[in-house]
T-cell receptor, first 116, second 106 residues
Framework: DSGVTQTPKHLITATGQRVTLRCSPR?????VYWYQQSLDQGLQFLIQ???????AKGNILERFSAQQFPDLHSELNLSSLELGDSALYFC???????????????FGPGTRLTVL | LAKTTQPISMDSYEGQEVNITCSHN???????ITWYQQFPSQGPRFIIQ???TKVTNEVASLFIPADRKSSTLSLPRVSLSDTAVYYC???????FGAGTRLFVKA
């Protein structure tokens, strides 16, 4: 158990809908990362937050957005869903602080999204 | 964003030593080099981390040259259960690439 929790574990929805994925980082971790992994693909970095602020952006679609709240949990919002958005979505957290050097990420179990 | 380059896939046989090399052309001065292992439908998990020279733990060794532009993960005597994808992301604003898919055959 990494200490990172993600809800829900599974989500089935229809095209055009909007969903919210939730992540609670390990206690004390200020950084949260979101990744998308389609079937048999590598991890696609979406976005990173550090202590409530966006720090890095990857290949995140405009239909997707995220935020990190004062209690450090994070939500990933996916809207106007398409069939191709079906994937595993991972959240990871890290105690990392820029310039500190050590950036081990702890991954949650993932949310499997199926868009029908 | 710190981006790394590594082979897409590798094959090996049980009992062999496997070396996977990653290039870290954009690594920052303070950044450690970290390797992860991922099994299907699971999140990646940490294997090993280092800054310079050689680091060894119970599962792997990590070799990092003086210029830190690359690193090599060494898995001694692999078994079928080492079949997985291996990633070497880099830095604070880190991204995971496609990883190296290692397939160990009997």
């Amino acid at each position: 158990d990494s200490g990172v929790t993600q809800t829900p574990k599974h989500l089935i929805t229809a095209t055009g809908q909007r969903v919210t994925l939730r992540c609670s980082p390990r206690s004390g971790d200020l950084s949260v990362y979101w990744y998308q992994q389609s079937l048999d693909q590598g991890l696609q970095f979406l976005i990173q937050y550090y202590n409530g602020e966006e720090r890095a952006k990857g290949n995140i679609l405009e239909r997707f957005s995220a935020q990190q709240f004062p209690d450090l949990h994070s939500e990933l919002n996916l809207s106007s869903l398409e069939l191709g958005d079906s994937a595993l979505y991972f959240c990871a957290s890290s105690v990392a602080k820029e310039g500190q050097g050590v950036y081990e990420q702890f991954f949650g179990p993932g949310t499997r999204l199926t868009v029908l | 964003l710190a981006k790394t380059t590594q082979p897409i896939s590798m094959d090996s046989y049980e009992g062999q030593e496997v070396n996977i090399t990653c290039s870290h052309n954009n690594i920052a001065t303070n950044d450690y080099i970290t390797w992860y292992q991922q099994f299907p439908s699971q999140g990646p998990r940490f294997i090993i981390q280092g800054y310079k020279t050689k680091v060894t733990n119970e599962v792997a060794s990590l070799f990092i040259p003086a210029d830190r532009k690359s690193s090599t993960l060494s898995l001694p005597r692999v078994s079928l259960s080492d079949t997985a994808v291996y990633y070497c992301p880099g830095g604070f604003k880190t991204i995971f690439g496609a990883g190296t898919r290692l397939f160990v055959k009997a």
